[in-house]
Structure formats: structure tokens, C-alpha cells
DNA sequence: CTTTAAACCTGCTGGC
DNA sequence: TGCCAGCAGGTTTAAA
């Protein structure tokens, strides 16, 4: 479940289905994490949230499971006891009595004292989440003008979570177009219009993608997208090589930037 | 300092 | 059917 939407709408879910229930059954499939197993027992998750594409969820007694799905972690929500079949593998299971919140796949994960948990490695790296409602456009365009990253280019600056956590490779594509700009623009280049642009994109972007995302991925990897509640994040040029440019007509083209696929309109973003 | 490439996590696809 | 390379919405590491 990859980038910052995604995460938070997860945090969502699970936190619905069962905060501040005492657990019943805790497994980890890491031997690391064997002893929580005994130690979670009988108490309850305080707070499930997300920072960034990481997902923190808290116990009441001082510990933190910091998790992050990386490509391939899915967090189910089922009836207490039962498991969806499939055929990935089950990392942990946290049951309460009537509801279990399962992550599979995910290879990241670790406990850590509550009170610790701010000087995790990836989390103390972090930019401000995009989808913090505190962080607003002018915070955003303060940070596109600080010295380091004022000389980056945008494709990588877009993904690097130290600029802002929780964006990722869609985001960055739909973001970039609606700047119109192309990767290898730098904040510095920018006009103050474009600017402007740019920074309400890395905004507007990620938190329509919350709202009206709803989107899942389908079973498996490679097979697109779904609806779901009916609603679904619209891309505007991510995996749509070929098809034509909503804006103007151009075929959006499929490139490479950071080693990552990338997808834009050749026309609508052009050299600044 | 930034940028690039490769490695690694896991799951699935597509070709042979 | 089986095997393997390649790819993916990510991150880390080392090297350039």
C-alpha cells in the first residue's frame, strides 16, 4: 500500500477496527518479535497513524510497532479467527475479540519504547507529512527555497522523504503535470508563478488523492487499479502512455527519472 | 553536496 | 508445467 494516501487511509481503517480493544491474540512471524507476543497480550492499541508511508501503531504500555509495507505489505481488517486466504505470508496479527487487523508481506518491522520512536532512523528524516493539515502552502514554498533543495531537480527532490514524507512515484508524475513542468526543472529556475504552481500541487495532489481515493490495487501487482466505494483517485498521466493528454491531445509518453518510471505530457511540460 | 546504480524486501507476470 | 528474468506505487547503501 505505497504512498502517503494510501498509508493514511489504512491507519484509518485499522484504528476504526480496534482501538482501544484489549488484545486477545498477538502473533509476529519475526523471531525478533516473539516476545511482544506475551507483552502485548491483554493490552490495548492506543493510536494507529501514519507518517509518511510509515504506519505507527501504538500499545498501552509504552511500546511502538513502527511497520512500513514498502511495495509489497497489505494490512487486512477480519472477523477475529478467521484468515483471508491467500497466499502471502502472514507477518502479524493483532486480534481483539471480535476483530483482527493482520499485515502480510511487509519484511519491515520493529518495536520501540513510545517515548524512543522520534529517533527511529527513517523517521527522523522525514520532511513534513503532505498530508499533515497543519502544513500549508507557505511552509511548503519555504522549504522549495532552502539551501538544500532549492539546486534539485524535481523528479528526485519529489521522492525524497526529507523534502516532503509520503510522496511517491504517482505522485510525483500527477504533481509534475500538474505543474507542468518536467523532472529536470529545479526550484531554483522557477519563475514565481511556477513556484506557486508547484506548491500548490505537492498540496492539492496527495490530499485529493486521500479524499477521493478510495483506490485499491488489484490482487495482485501488475494488475492496475479498482474502484472502490465508487471513488477512485484519477490519473492524469501515470500509466497512461499511449492514451491521449487530457489537456492537450499529445500522447503522454513513458520515461525514466531516478531510475523510476516516470510519465508526462511532452507537450503540456515543457523545458521552463 | 547531489546524482546514479545496484541491492534488497516480496509477489506476480510473461516468455521460453 | 517449470524456471527465470524483469518489473513494481519503496528504501538503503555505496560509489561517482
Known amino acids: 500500500m505505497p504512498e502517503g494516501p494510501e498509508i493514511h487511509r489504512v491507519a484509518d481503517r485499522l484504528a476504526a477496527a480496534v482501538l482501544g480493544k484489549p488484545l486477545v491474540r498477538v502473533e509476529f512471524a519475526f523471531p525478533a518479535l516473539k516476545p511482544y507476543e506475551r507483552k502485548l497480550r491483554r493490552r490495548a492499541i492506543e493510536s494507529i497513524s501514519a507518517r509518511g508511508k510509515a504506519l505507527l501503531t501504538a500499545f498501552d504500555n509504552g511500546w511502538t510497532m513502527y511497520s512500513h509495507n514498502q511495495l509489497y505489505g497489505v494490512w487486512k481488517v477480519a472477523p477475529a479467527g478467521e484468515r483471508p486466504v491467500t497466499t502471502r505470508s502472514l507477518r502479524v496479527a493483532l486480534e481483539t475479540a471480535d476483530t483482527a487487523i493482520l499485515l502480510y508481506s511487509a519484511s519491515d518491522v520493529e518495536m520501540w519504547r513510545s517515548d524512543a520512536i522520534e529517533s527511529h532512523p527513517f523517521l527522523a528524516k522525514l520532511g513534513p507529512d503532505v498530508l499533515d493539515p497543519r502544513l500549508d502552502a507557505a511552509a511548503v514554498a519555504e522549504r522549495l527555497r532552502l539551501l538544500a533543495f532549492r539546486h534539485r531537480a524535481l523528479g528526485g527532490l519529489l521522492l525524497d522523504q526529507g523534502f516532503l514524507a509520503g510522496l511517491g512515484n504517482y505522485l510525483r508524475a500527477e504533481i509534475l503535470f500538474a505543474a507542468r513542468l518536467l523532472p529536470t526543472a529545479r526550484p531554483c529556475d522557477l519563475t514565481t508563478a511556477q513556484l506557486r504552481t508547484l506548491t500548490k500541487a505537492c498540496l492539492a495532489i496527495p490530499r485529493l488523492s486521500y479524499a477521493t481515493r478510495g483506490v485499491e490495487p488489484?490482487?495482485?501487482?501488475?494488475?492496475?487499479?479498482?474502484?472502490?466505494?465508487?471513488?477512485?483517485?484519477?490519473?492524469?498521466?501515470?500509466?497512461?502512455?499511449?492514451?491521449?493528454?487530457?489537456?492537450?491531445?499529445?500522447?503522454?509518453?513513458?520515461?525514466?527519472?531516478?531510475?523510476?518510471?516516470?510519465?508526462?505530457?511532452?507537450?503540456?511540460?515543457?523545458?521552463?
Open 218 to 272: 488489484k490482487p495482485h501487482m501488475h494488475g492496475g487499479y479498482q474502484a472502490h466505494e465508487g471513488r477512485m483517485f484519477h490519473f492524469r498521466v501515470f500509466k497512461r502512455e499511449g492514451q491521449p493528454c487530457e489537456r492537450c491531445g499529445t500522447p503522454i509518453v513513458k520515461t525514466t527519472s531516478d531510475s523510476r518510471p516516470l510519465f508526462l505530457c511532452p507537450r503540456c511540460q515543457a523545458a521552463s
